[in-house]
């Protein structure tokens, strides 16, 4: 089954979102696991030191690499996007452009 520049111009937008989704989402969940892990480390002191750290530093592997992941997402989003705009099938709604962000943060 073949796909016109709509038909996967809206699949890949949508599919987008729900990626970048799936990551905040799995951040979010990974950093409320470190805060339980570390009220738990301080809560109860008789734990062994060297697991609980060795933990602690495995958790920090797995949040930098959602960081990066989410990173990487963005990074796709803005390749795709430039594939779109080339092949005039741009997203709606469109992205908007790096610089009108950073000025809405900083009116804000």
């Known amino acids: 089954m ?7 111009t809206a699949r890949l937008v949508r599919e987008m979102g729900q990626s970048e989704a ?4 799995a951040l979010v969940s990974a950093t ?7 009220l ?3 809560e109860f002191t008789d ?7 060795s933990t602690f530093l495995h958790l920090n592997k797995m949040l930098g690499g959602l960081v990066e992941a989410r990173g990487e997402a963005m990074r796709v989003h803005g390749h795709l996007l430039d594939i779109g705009r080339e092949m005039g099938a741009t997203e709606v709604p469109w992205c ?5 962000v950073d000025d809405e943060r900083r009116a804000a």
């Open 40 to 42: 738990a480390s301080r």
């Open 47 to 53: 734990a062994p030191t060297l697991r609980t750290q």
């Open 32 to 38: 409320a696991l470190l805060h339980s892990a570390a």
């Open 96 to 100: 908007p452009e790096t610089k009108a």
């Open 22 to 25: 799936a990551i905040a989402d």
């Open 2 to 8: 073949s796909l016109d520049l709509n038909a996967a």
